[in-house]
Nanobody, 126 residues
Framework: QVQLVESGGGLVQAGGSLRLSCAASGSTSTTYATGWFRQVPEKEREFVATMSQNGRVIWVADSVKGRFTISRDNAKSTTYLQMSSLKPEDTAVYYC???????????????????WGQGTQVTVSS
């Protein structure tokens, strides 16, 4: 079992930056592929970024490419999402997720993740 706790959300003006953190606890002796997703009311959960188990394969959604960066500190069992040049359309609840996937890869599909955090709200004002 793995528990994930997100932090770092908040209110920011357009063009600003935030860094989200996702701290893992529990069975962290096994490194998992991790991902970030976001969701707004009445819409499906949207893929943002994912990093493979070994950190070498990173996929980022086109909508945030060049603005968001995913990274991980294995010593702290923490995954980060650095968000820059934020836009009002980035407003959402952001979730981190973890999976022990085939070949250690992440996934763009939320259904492929077994473990989820509780989410953190990010609001970007215009």
């Amino acid at each position: 079992q793995v528990q994930l706790v997100e932090s770092g959300g908040g209110l920011v003006q357009a063009g600003g930056s935030l860094r989200l953190s996702c701290a893992a606890s529990g069975s962290t002796s096994t490194t998992y592929a991790t991902g970030w997703f976001r969701q707004v009311p009445e819409k499906e959960r949207e893929f943002v970024a994912t990093m493979s188990q070994n950190g070498r394969v990173i996929w980022v959604a086109d909508s945030v490419k060049g603005r968001f960066t995913i990274s991980r500190d294995n010593a702290k069992s923490t995954t980060y999402l650095q968000m820059s040049s934020l836009k009002p359309e980035d407003t959402a609840v952001y979730y981190c997720a973890a999976r022990a996937g085939m070949y250690g890869l992440g996934s763009r599909s939320p259904t492929e993740y077994r473990y989820w955090g509780q989410g953190t709200q990010v609001t970007v004002s215009s």
